[in-house]
Structures are given as C-alpha cells and as structure tokens.
C-alpha cells in the first residue's frame, strides 16, 4: 500500500450550478467524469423569484449531497449592499431596473471568493456554444472590434474555465433526458426584455427560418476564426511594442512607423498598451479616435485616453503622457506662480519656483570682461547659456513664465511674417523648432526691465544686447533644473 502522503493531490474546481440544464450536465455529465479533481458547488439565491428561487436552491443542495459534492450557497436578503431586492413568494418576471448586470457581477464576486477561500485551481463556468452564438450577435450589435468578435473565451487569466463551450444545448437536454437526470427551469429566461433572451428567443429563430438550421454553427464557426485572427494580432502586437515602443517615464512610439501598419494592428497595439501599461480598458469608439490621432492628427493632436492619461502628438512621435487636470495652456504661463516674474536686479545666483508641480530652476547672472563673438557663440552651443554685452541691458532682468501672445526678435535671420518691430509671434517660432504644445507655455524666459523676451531657454535668443567686436563687458546667464 502507498502511503497517503504519496497520493496525487487533487485538482479542486468550483463549479457554478443554477440548477438548469447546462450547469446540470457540467457537472454530472463533463466534471463528473473526470480524474483526480476535487468539486464544490457554488450557488446563488438572488430570491427574485420568490418560492422559485427557493427550490433552486433546495435542488442544487440535494443534488450536492447525492454527489457528496461540498455546496456553498449564497442567500440574498429582501434588501442588501448588492442593491437587489427579493419578491414576494410566487411573483415571476418582476425584475428590478439592470438586475442581469447586477446579478452576474454579484455570482461572480461570489465565486472568486469562494475560490480563494477553498485555494481552487479553477472555476468552471457552464457557458455553452449557444451562449456563444448569442454573445457573438450582441457583440456585433454593439460595435465590437475583433477582440470582442471572438466571443466567450474558454479560459481567462482570473482562472474561470468554461468547458462545455463547445457543446449544443440540443445535446445537453438529449443528453439528460435520455439519462433522465432532473433539472430546474428559470421562468426569467423566456423574459425577452432581457437582450440575450430576445436574442434568444426571437432573433436567431428568425435567422434560421431564413437560412436554415445551420446558421447558429456558421456564426460560431465565425467567432472562432475572429479568435484566432485576435491571437494572431496579439502576437504581432506585442511583438512590435518590444521592438518599438520606449518606456521611460511614458509610452513613446514613432508615428511613421505606427501609420505603416494595417489598421486592424494599430488597434491591437492601442489596446494593449492601454491595458498592460496604464491599465485602462478603451472601447471601440476610442481605439479608432486614438488611432485616427497618431496616424492623421496633426503635430500637437491629442486625445483623452482615460483614467488621468491622454495620448498626444509630438510631431513625428506619438506618447501616452498622465494628464493636468484644469490646466488651461493657453493662460498656463500666467497662472504658473504668483510671485512670478521674479526680479533679478545683479548678478549672482537665483532659485526660481515655476509653480508647475513644484518645479525649480536655477538661473545664475554672471558678470565677465570682454568675450569675442565666437567665444559667446560657443559658451551658448548646449543651449543653457547665453552671452550678452552687459552695457546694452535694461536692468533689472526678470524670469518668468512664456504666455501665449509673447513676441520675440530673433538674433540673426529675415523675419518673415506677422512681424511688428522687427518682431515675431513666439507660438510660431516653437512650432517651427517642433517643440511640443505641452512644453511650449509656462517654461522659463528672460527679460529686461521693458518685459522684453532677451532670451527662451533651449529654443533662441533675441537680437537685444549682441556680443560684437566692440563689446567690453558681458553678462553670461545660465538656467537649468534645480538639484
């Protein structure tokens, strides 16, 4: 005799059992055959069916203890959390406004706990190729992609199983009738309010009578050629995203790229980015706006993705950045900080809060001898310095934000265009150095005592105090992130 310790450990499986005939015949007619599991029946009374509800539920718990099966029963009360109500006893059809939503939410709230509490390896669901039929031609209704398309997935990552997907209901009742196994009827499913009902009942009759019997195997036949399209597209999917797509602080893609793909991918790649990175779960709807941004948007386009993220452009890239709530661009600079513009009346060195999530920078004013053209052109090459001549400056400087409406005179060049004084409009000029709309208003600029722009950090400075061979003195300006 082997001892106990070596026995095989069972595979345990919660079962849902309403008491009709498709969970009936998963577990006396599929589960029950099989080796080395272990079952315990999971049941809910919603009671919203008054005494019928109760011989469900009088059914299912003998038909526990005739399999020496463990049965788990939930009971819900005349009023609960859920937000359902029972009937009185021997009231049918009654049902409260959304009960199939709510009623499934709460059977399989009720499942997962219960197999968390038994350390089940599964649940097993009794969805049969009928209900896939039915919930392929709600999804068309509905708009649904190719992910929805495919209909009931057998297996999901949460462990719910449903292995009778593939079986007729026809076949079941055969299959009980010639055993003559019991099982329960639920008056609610001739209820045609119900949309899988009306589907059900109305809908795929109609089909048949004009194309024949045959027509529920050819629209399963369907969804299970959208499901293996779906797999095919989520390995391709997940394959271009590790050779294309950047993770740093966000999600970043080149639109060239993206646009070159067939549609059908895009979208997967979209909806797989959303729901492995930012874990929001965008419809049809949006998976199209979304793409129609990337691949026609304009160089600034953007759109809400949800749950604080939204996916903008940036000329020839794409990224999924978190959005500013009540930020306003357009008035970003003046509402960036109330003590801002910030005087700086010498040289020295300055903390500078933008008022923009905190953020510091530092300018520093330096005051140095003679500099020859090149030298400042060279000390200016990184783009965090800058060199003017000292005596042409109207003091006292200032750091403040960029505002819309800002102009600027760019040092060297023909102005051309919407120019006032040798002047240009700085909006025009950050779209020309492909610098994004959301890093355009609100960054750091220097003026002089006028509120003229001297200089715009990283993007140019102005024609006003230019180093040239007569230059004595200079003032070198620097800024970058405070530490």
Same mark, same amino acid.
């Given at each position: 005799?082997?001892?106990?310790?070596?026995?095989?450990?069972?595979?345990?499986?919660?079962?849902?059992?309403?008491?009709?005939?498709?969970?009936?015949?998963?577990?006396?007619?599929?589960?029950?055959? #099989?080796?080395?599991?272990?079952?315990?029946?999971?049941?809910?009374?919603?009671?919203?069916?008054?005494? #019928?509800?109760?011989?469900? &539920?009088?059914?299912?718990?003998?038909?526990?203890?005739?399999?020496?099966?463990?049965?788990?029963?939930?009971?819900?009360?005349?009023?609960?959390?859920?937000?359902?109500?029972?009937?009185?006893?021997?009231?049918?059809?009654?049902?409260?406004?959304?009960?199939?939503?709510?009623?499934?939410?709460?059977?399989?709230?009720? /499942?997962?706990?219960?197999?968390?509490?038994? %350390?089940?390896?599964?649940?097993?669901?009794?969805?049969?190729?009928?209900? &896939?039929?039915?919930?392929?031609?709600?999804?068309?209704?509905?708009?649904?992609?190719?992910?929805?398309?495919?209909?009931?997935?057998?297996?999901?990552?949460?462990?719910?199983?449903?292995?009778?997907?593939?079986?007729?209901?026809?076949?079941?009742?055969?299959?009980?009738?010639?055993?003559?196994?019991?099982?329960?009827?639920?008056?609610?499913?001739?209820?045609?309010?119900?949309?899988?009902?009306?589907?059900?009942?109305?809908?795929?009759?109609?089909?048949?009578?004009?194309?024949?019997?045959?027509?529920?195997?050819?629209?399963?036949?369907?969804?299970?050629?959208?499901?293996?399209?779906?797999?095919?597209?989520? #390995?391709?999917?997940?394959?271009?995203? &590790?050779?294309?797509?950047?993770?740093?602080?966000?999600?970043?893609?080149?639109?060239?790229?993206?646009?070159? /793909?067939?549609?059908?991918?895009?979208?997967?790649?979209?909806?797989?980015?959303?729901?492995?990175?930012?874990?929001?779960?965008?419809?049809?709807?949006?998976?199209?706006?979304?793409? +129609?941004?990337?691949?026609?948007?304009?160089?600034?386009?953007?759109?809400?993705?949800?749950?604080?993220?939204?996916?903008?452009?940036?000329?020839?890239?794409?990224?999924?950045?978190?959005?500013?709530?009540?930020?306003?661009?357009?008035?970003?600079?003046?509402?960036?900080?109330?003590?801002?513009?910030?005087?700086?009346?010498?040289?020295?060195?300055?903390?500078?809060? /933008? %008022?923009?999530? %905190?953020?510091?920078?530092?300018? +520093?004013?330096?005051?140095?001898?003679?500099?020859?053209?090149? &030298?400042?052109?060279?000390?200016? +090459?990184?783009?965090?310095?800058?060199?003017?001549?000292?005596? #042409?400056?109207?003091?006292?400087? +200032?750091?403040?934000?960029?505002?819309?409406?800002?102009?600027?005179?760019?040092?060297?060049?023909?102005?051309?265009?919407?120019?006032?004084?040798?002047?240009?409009?700085?909006?025009?000029?950050?779209?020309?150095?492909?610098?994004?709309?959301?890093?355009?208003?609100?960054?750091?600029?220097?003026?002089?005592?006028?509120?003229?722009?001297?200089?715009?950090?990283?993007? /140019?400075?102005?024609?006003?105090?230019?180093?040239?061979?007569?230059?004595?003195?200079?003032?070198?300006?620097?800024?970058?992130?405070?530490?």
């Amino acid at each position: 005799m082997k001892p106990e310790g070596n026995e095989p450990k069972k595979r345990v499986v919660v079962t849902a059992v309403s008491g009709g005939p498709d969970s009936v015949y998963l577990l006396l007619g599929k589960l029950a055959r #099989e080796k080395g599991i272990r079952i315990i029946i999971g049941h809910v009374n919603y009671g919203i069916r008054g005494i #019928e509800s109760a011989k469900d &539920q009088i059914f299912v718990e003998k038909l526990g203890k005739t399999c020496r099966y463990k049965t788990e029963i939930l009971v819900l009360k005349k009023v609960n959390n859920a937000g359902i109500s029972s009937l009185a006893p021997g009231t049918h059809g009654n049902f409260p406004p959304g009960f199939e939503k709510k009623a499934r939410e709460i059977r399989y709230r009720f /499942l997962k706990d219960l197999s968390g509490n038994v %350390g089940a390896d599964a649940i097993a669901l009794a969805h049969t190729a009928d209900d &896939q039929v039915e919930t392929i031609l709600m999804r068309v209704f509905e708009g649904a992609g190719i992910g929805g398309l495919k209909g009931i997935p057998r297996e999901t990552r949460d462990g719910i199983v449903r292995p009778i997907l593939e079986v007729w209901k026809e076949d079941i009742l055969e299959y009980l009738k010639k055993r003559k196994i019991p099982f329960r009827i639920d008056r609610s499913n001739v209820d045609t309010r119900f949309e899988r009902n009306w589907i059900r009942r109305i809908l795929i009759p109609l089909l048949e009578g004009r194309y024949g019997k045959g027509v529920k195997k050819r629209i399963f036949i369907l969804g299970e050629r959208f499901r293996e399209l779906d797999d095919y597209l989520e #390995e391709e999917a997940g394959r271009w995203i &590790q050779r294309n797509v950047e993770k740093k602080c966000d999600v970043l893609f080149r639109r060239n790229s993206f646009s070159a /793909l067939p549609s059908v991918l895009r979208v997967k790649i979209l909806q797989r980015i959303c729901f492995d990175r930012l874990g929001v779960a965008p419809n049809e709807r949006l998976l199209k706006s979304m793409d +129609a941004n990337v691949s026609s948007g304009g160089p600034s386009a953007q759109v809400n993705v949800g749950a604080g993220w939204k996916l903008v452009n940036r000329y020839e890239e794409a990224l999924f950045v978190p959005g500013e709530k009540g930020r306003d661009r357009k008035s970003a600079g003046s509402a960036s900080g109330e003590k801002m513009p910030i005087r700086i009346p010498s040289p020295g060195e300055y903390k500078i809060p /933008l %008022g923009r999530q %905190g953020r510091i920078v530092s300018f +520093a004013w330096e005051s140095r001898g003679k500099r020859s053209p090149a &030298q400042a052109k060279r000390l200016a +090459a990184n783009g965090d310095a800058e060199v003017f001549d000292a005596a #042409e400056l109207r003091l006292p400087l +200032a750091v403040r934000p960029l505002r819309a409406g800002d102009r600027i005179r760019p040092f060297g060049g023909r102005v051309r265009g919407n120019s006032r004084d040798g002047r240009k409009k700085v909006k025009e000029l950050l779209i020309d150095r492909k610098i994004p709309r959301d890093d355009r208003w609100g960054r750091p600029v220097v003026c002089d005592a006028a509120d003229a722009i001297l200089w715009i950090p990283g993007v /140019l400075r102005s024609a006003l105090a230019p180093v040239t061979p007569a230059t004595r003195n200079t003032a070198i300006l620097r800024i970058r992130s405070a530490k």
